[in-house]
């Protein structure tokens, strides 16, 4: 084990894509190698567990037996659990304390805890090992002022929500980045009655914002939501999931939708007819359907009226799990010339920016 953490410490501290590459290729074959990148780098993996936990000295408990051995297996069983309780955190401390060198333990410290920087992304790796790390990715709009839409053009205009994206899927509501949220419960518990059509299980793609903003802003309610949803703790229930878009998982894991946007804005409808009025999920209302373009200003002045962060448009095409102009955002922008005053480089990834 200590040969294989001395190939991913050289891949760590390699400089360049190229070098990186070619460690890869030297050691695609290595199991254990194949193994250590993966439960590093899959970001629909997390271990629910922090470095000082897993730094803390455990007494030994005759009441315990040590039945986690393999820091592959341990991986396994911490990402499928929603939380951990005592007795297995003391066995993955047992185990990094008694059954490893101080090498091996530092390791899968930072391994367990999602700390350890590789400076190498999923894309790259599956470009030398394909298919290894599962790699998330999800619709995103082009500006408007990118791909202008033509007169009669029939579209969907929709409100641009200012909140966290999230999509459901299999059960767990994953951000952009592909990690899981956790304690939304009460979301995924509602979301689970919508998830099969036709046999087949469904993704939702939508927002997490405030279930009531109150007299708050825009921006202030999604600092607030931001701050709930990163928070440990686990009333989450003020915060509510609006949904914008709906495919099967069939079509999500293939990248694109075979259904057009108003075929899948029946779905949603559907589901919609289904929601109590009080329900913490909801569904993105459309604001104008038809061929009018005019109706692009008309409806972004009432945005900006409503504090809203603008518009989102749509055209009759299939959801594709990539950036692309069937889709596109429409806001308005503000611009204003400052005196630079002062200026510091940048660290980490940073580093040599100002």
């Keep these: 084990m200590l040969e294989t953490i ?12 190229i070098k990186k590459m070619e460690i890869l290729r030297e050691f695609k074959d290595n199991e254990s190698f194949r ?10 993996l997390t271990y629910k567990i922090s470095e000082n936990t897993l730094r803390k000295k455990v007494e030994y408990d005759p009441a315990i037996t040590l039945t986690m051995t393999d820091i592959f297996s341990i991986c396994e069983t911490l990402a499928n659990r929603k939380a951990l309780d005592n007795t297995t955190v003391y ?18 410290i930072k391994l367990l805890a999602k700390t350890l920087r590789l400076g190498v992304t999923a894309k790259t790796v599956n470009k030398v090992i394909p298919g290894l790390i599962p790699e998330w990715e999800v619709q995103q709009a082009y500006p408007i002022e990118k791909y202008p839409v033509k007169d009669n053009t029939e579209i969907w205009l929709t409100e641009k929500l200012n909140g966290v994206r999230a999509t459901y899927y299999k059960g767990k509501l994953y951000a952009r980045s592909g990690v899981p949220f956790e304690g939304l419960d009460h979301i995924t518990d509602i979301l689970e009655r919508f998830d099969h059509d036709a ?63 108003n075929e899948r804005r029946v779905v949603l409808d559907y589901i919609q007819a289904l929601l109590p009025k009080d329900s913490s999920v909801r569904v993105l209302p459309v604001l104008y359907h038809g061929t009018d373009i005019s109706k692009i200003d008309e409806y972004l002045d009432k945005m900006v009226h409503e504090d809203k962060e603008g518009l989102m448009l749509n055209l009759d095409v299939p959801y594709k799990c990539k950036r692309h102009n069937g889709i596109l955002k429409v806001k308005r922008f503000y611009t204003m010339d400052l005196r630079i005053v002062g200026c510091e480089e940048g660290a980490g990834r940073l580093s040599g920016m100002l």
């Design 6 to 17: 001395s190939q991913i410490y050289r891949l760590k501290n390699a400089v360049g894509s």
């Design 35 to 44: 193994n250590f990148l993966y439960y590093a780098l899959n970001p629909m």
């Design 91 to 108: 066995q993955v401390c047992a185990f990094l304390q008694n059954l490893c060198t101080p090498e091996e333990s530092e390791f899968f």
């Design 199 to 261: 046999g087949d299980t469904m993704v939702l793609d939508g927002e997490l914002t405030l279930k009531d903003k109150g007299g708050l802003s825009d921006n202030e309610a999604f600092r607030i939501t931001t701050g709930v949803i990163n928070s440990s703790n686990d009333d989450k229930t003020t915060i509510c999931y609006t949904v914008f878009d709906v495919l099967p998982a069939s079509d999500f894991e293939r990248g694109e939708s075979r259904g057009l946007y």
